[in-house]
Each structure stands twice: as structure tokens, then as C-alpha cells.
């Protein structure tokens, strides 16, 4: 898959003035932090929309007894988490993408911006899975977590007993490892709780035997908020985990890009399936 380049318009004048190697790199950091900036200004615009809890709507319909049909197979609920000081109005693109390639029971969690521990909210979210399912009348659901927001979402799941729930995670720029950029931030204790060894993220790192939840993690080449890169990376013996290279986008981008998106629905199918998840979420890239 190939993401669209963004119109940098001083391109030529770079590429003149730095060596071949570093012009590529800078060219591509200067394309990803564009889009970034472009996707910011979007997202301000769509902030207000999402500050409210979305409504939820009845279970799905079931279908008339006259009615003959196919078997198919049953997908889960999906879960969407975003990250710090952010709503679900980021999601709204992936949201669409998701429905248009038959997932219609996807739903946008908001968590406080005003949360100040991961455990907290962690715990929220266990109380609206739990709802989700009695609704839907679902078993398990899938979770998409945007940074922070993926970082909750596996504290739940290894943590709180949350893999009985969670089929499958896709997290997108989570630092799973902690990162140290915007060391200024350290004053909020959710941002201290985001650093690298961390209570938190020590309990994460503990052994998890028999976790059940399939996770994909995808992480970013170009992404300024983690430091290092790999922090968003999922590296724990006990996991079923797939690192997913994403090549030109940046932090902000990953919820959004429809190629990225393309990458969430396949980690979210083919995880059904052992070996073949193994063999394709594992290798694909998104440059």
C-alpha cells in the first residue's frame, strides 16, 4: 500500500541544498509533518463534535424468521479508544472507512481529559465493554486504540481480566515502552505514567500467561511522538503480538490514513484465523 504524498512546494530547493540520503529522510519527515499539521487543523474543526458521549443506539436487528440467509461469520463490535486530550470526533474517518467495509457495530469511547491514571480509566473502560456486550448481545469485541488510548486498552486487557473480552487489539502509535518526548509534559501524572519505566508500564511488562487477545501494533517511522521510535513497538514473551512498520505518516495521521485504515481491517479479519495472521499482519507495510 502507498500513501499519498502531501504538496511540500520548497521540495526542489531542499533536495539542492542536502546530501541524497538526508534529503530523502528530511523530504519524508517534511511530507509527514505537512500532513500531520493539515490533519491537526481538520481535527480542531471536528473537536466540538466529540465532546460528548456518542448516544448508543439499540442492539442490531435481528433478522425475520422468514428470511433465508447465508452463514456468515460473526464479527465483534469494534471498540474505538483515542489517546490524550482527545475525543473520539478522530476516529471519524476511520469510523466511516470501517462501515463501509461492513462493520456496523463500531463504537467511540470517550475517557475524561481530565483522567490522571491510566488504572482509572482502564477500569472505565472494562465498564463499557461490559455494557457493549450486554447491548449487542456479543461475547468478545475488537478494540482500535490511538495512543494513550491503546495503552488503556492493554492495561485491560492484561491487567483487569480484559482478554475474556478483547479478540483482538490494534493499537496505532501506543508507547508501549514508554517515550521520553516533551519532557516539559511531566507535570501531568498521565504523561509520567507514559515514561519509560513507570509503574504502569512495569506492571505491563510482567509476565501475562495465557493472555487470549491477539494484538497488532502499528507504529510509525515518522512518528515525532515516540522516542524512541520502537517504543511503540509491543516486544512481551507471553503476547500474541505483530508489529506493524508504517512508512511515511506521522503520529497524528495513523487514525486517520485510509491506507493505515486498510491495515486496521486486515489486522482485524485475519486475526481469526491462526498462521495466517501470524503470515500477513506480522509483514505488512504500510510505505
Known amino acids: 500500500m502507498k500513501v499519498t504524498r502531501a504538496a511540500v512546494p520548497f521540495l526542489p530547493l531542499c533536495q539542492r541544498l542536502l546530501p541524497s540520503r538526508l534529503a530523502g529522510l528530511s523530504m519524508a519527515l517534511l511530507k509527514a509533518t505537512a500532513l500531520d499539521l493539515a490533519i491537526l487543523a481538520g481535527h480542531l474543526l471536528l473537536y466540538p463534535s466529540g465532546i460528548t458521549q456518542e448516544r448508543r443506539g439499540p442492539g442490531p436487528a435481528l433478522p425475520s424468521p422468514d428470511t433465508a440467509q447465508l452463514p456468515t461469520e460473526a464479527r465483534p463490535p469494534v471498540v474505538l479508544l483515542h489517546g490524550f486530550i482527545d475525543n473520539r470526533s478522530v476516529f471519524v474517518l476511520l469510523r466511516r472507512n470501517l462501515a463501509q467495509h461492513g462493520r456496523h457495530q463500531v463504537e467511540s469511547l470517550n475517557y475524561s481529559p481530565l483522567t490522571c491514571d491510566i488504572r482509572t480509566a482502564a477500569e472505565l473502560l472494562a465498564r463499557h465493554i461490559e455494557e457493549i456486550c450486554e447491548r449487542t448481545g456479543s461475547k468478545q469485541v475488537d478494540i482500535v486504540g490511538h495512543s494513550l488510548g491503546g495503552l488503556i486498552a492493554r492495561y485491560y486487557v492484561q491487567r483487569l481480566g ?11 502509535g501506543t508507547p508501549h515502552s514508554g517515550t521520553r518526548v516533551a519532557p516539559l509534559m511531566n507535570a501531568h501524572p498521565i504523561v509520567r505514567q507514559m515514561r519509560p519505566g513507570s509503574d504502569v508500564l512495569e506492571e505491563l511488562s510482567r509476565p501475562a500467561p495465557g493472555c487470549r487477545t491477539h494484538f497488532v501494533s502499528f507504529w510509525s517511522d515518522l512518528d515525532h511522538l515516540m522516542e524512541p521510535l520502537e517504543a511503540a513497538c509491543i516486544d512481551h514473551p507471553d503476547l500474541q503480538a505483530h508489529n506493524v512498520r508504517v512508512s511515511g505518516v506521522g503520529h497524528l495521521a495513523l487514525p486517520v490514513h485510509p491506507a493505515v485504515a486498510a491495515g486496521i481491517r486486515q489486522a482485524l479479519d485475519t486475526a481469526r484465523t491462526e498462521g495466517e495472521a ?10
Open 162 to 172: 480484559g482478554d475474556v473480552r478483547v479478540k483482538t487489539l490494534v493499537t496505532l
Open 278 to 287: 501470524a503470515a500477513r499482519a506480522g509483514g505488512l507495510t504500510v510505505a
